[in-house]
């Protein structure tokens, strides 16, 4: 069983350019987490989707920054017009559901650097 | 806002000693999950150890236990045993009762001394 599969691993643009992070949870999982690492920081949540659903996007900045989860495909973390303090690793994961139970399961996330 | 607080960012131990890492954390929940994440250079979050609230009794696994102590809100983690593969970032993390949201610590720094 594959585990969480994000892509690109590394990603590069320029300032005003647009980013898209993939995220294709562990088979048979439906919920969705993106979380954001600053250098030499912990991570920090942005948002929690279920299949089609955004369920809480309390973490996500309010401009710029759309995730969705369609019925079919990867997660999609997005990023319009980028600027310097995006840089930043982007990690994603995945659980079969919520409650204890359930681990969160990481992929090995996105670093995305903005020239 | 509900924080994690990691107040050691770097730790040494000698390999196959004892290290203990300190969490202290702020909720207003009386239910909640606690967690101890470990990135290694390969910045792979891996989960070590879990913990629920509502249970009195220290969460182990293999070398890996914690000391849970609500009324003090701390949550500690202790490597017994210290191996070279035990060398990464840790942090600690916590979650509401429907573990959906983590807010994690700053992390500390391991390094395990041959």
């Known amino acids: 069983n594959a585990g969480v599969m994000q892509n690109p691993r590394h990603l590069v643009r320029r300032r005003g350019q647009e980013a898209r992070l993939r995220c294709s949870p562990m088979k048979g999982h439906s919920h969705v987490y993106w979380y954001r690492q600053l250098p030499e920081e912990g991570l920090k949540f942005m948002v929690y989707l279920q299949k089609e659903n955004i369920i809480d996007e309390s973490g996500m900045p309010k401009e710029r920054f759309s995730a969705e989860f369609p019925k079919e495909g990867p997660s999609i973390l997005r990023i319009q017009q980028v600027v310097r303090g995006d840089s930043a690793a982007y990690f994603c994961a995945s659980s079969l559901g919520t409650g204890l139970t359930y681990e969160q399961y990481f992929g090995p996330g996105t670093r995305l650097t903005v020239t | ?114």
């Open chain 2, 1 to 114: 806002a509900q924080t994690v607080t990691q107040s050691q960012p770097e730790m040494s131990v000698q390999e196959a000693e004892t290290v203990t890492l300190s969490c202290t954390y702020d909720t207003s929940e009386s239910d909640y999950y606690l967690f101890w994440y470990k990135q290694p250079p390969s910045r792979q979050m891996i989960l070590v150890i879990r913990q629920e609230a509502y249970k009195q009794q220290n969460a182990t696994e293999n070398r890996f236990s914690v000391n849970f102590q609500k009324a003090a809100k701390s949550f500690s983690l202790k490597i017994s045993d210290s191996q070279l593969g035990d060398a990464a970032m840790y942090f600690c993390a916590r979650s509401p009762f429907g573990n959906e949201k983590l807010t994690f610590g700053t992390g500390t720094r391991l390094t395990i001394i041959p």
